[in-house]
């Protein structure tokens, strides 16, 4: 652990995100950084290790923003199909805005119990130790993946309004993106669930 105004620690330039711009997002440099033994995390070694295992806990935290993200768009796409006319009668009413809205419910649905078995199991593996990648990144990966879904078809029910920044679906469809990203891509996702499985 280094202390923020360690010598030799610089911030850089601060990065221009295409989404969670509420967050910053900046560079580090190190030079010459000298850490005192005390400031170590674990045993000398264990680096890999301990890594590997906050993503494990963090994977769990991916779902639930994802699906924070999925659900408030989900959200805007209702309220915005019954206010929103079209030929006489709110766009809710059409067969194909319903199925699409029947789809991202199940999906959210679905993604929030993965969501909360992960946490669930989190909780356990603090008490009992009871592993639980796999179900880390069945959480991370289905419920990034659904965020990314619920927000494109939000943006789709919302037409050109969608589009613009007057609604909020266009920063759901930003945010969401990177959920697929940082804490392992989901590409990773799925070569740890696969090894968790063979």
Do not use: H
């Amino acid at each position: 652990m280094v202390a923020g105004d360690t010598p030799g620690i610089t911030p850089g330039k601060k990065e221009k995100k295409m989404g969670l711009r509420c967050s910053d997002t900046t560079e580090l440099f190190f030079e010459d950084v000298r850490v005192p033994a005390e400031n170590l995390i674990g045993k000398e070694g264990d680096g890999i290790k301990l890594a590997m295992m906050t993503l494990d806990m963090a994977r769990p935290s991916v779902g639930a923003i994802s699906l924070g993200i999925a659900q408030a768009a989900f959200e805007a796409a209702v309220s915005y199909s019954k206010t929103r006319v079209q030929f006489g009668r709110p766009i809710c009413k059409n067969q194909g805005i319903q199925f699409m809205l029947a789809d991202m419910a199940t999906k959210i649905e679905a993604a929030r119990l993965l969501v909360y078995q992960a946490s669930w199991l989190k909780d356990k593996f603090y008490k009992d130790r009871i592993p639980f990648t796999r179900q880390a990144a069945y959480a991370k990966l289905y419920a990034s993946d659904v965020a990314m879904q619920v927000t494109t078809d939000a943006v789709q029910i919302l037409g050109g309004y969608g589009y613009t920044r007057e609604y909020l679906v266009e920063k759901y469809m930003r945010d969401a993106k990177i959920m697929q990203i940082f804490e392992g891509t989901n590409q990773i996702q799925r070569i740890v669930i696969a090894q968790q499985l063979l």
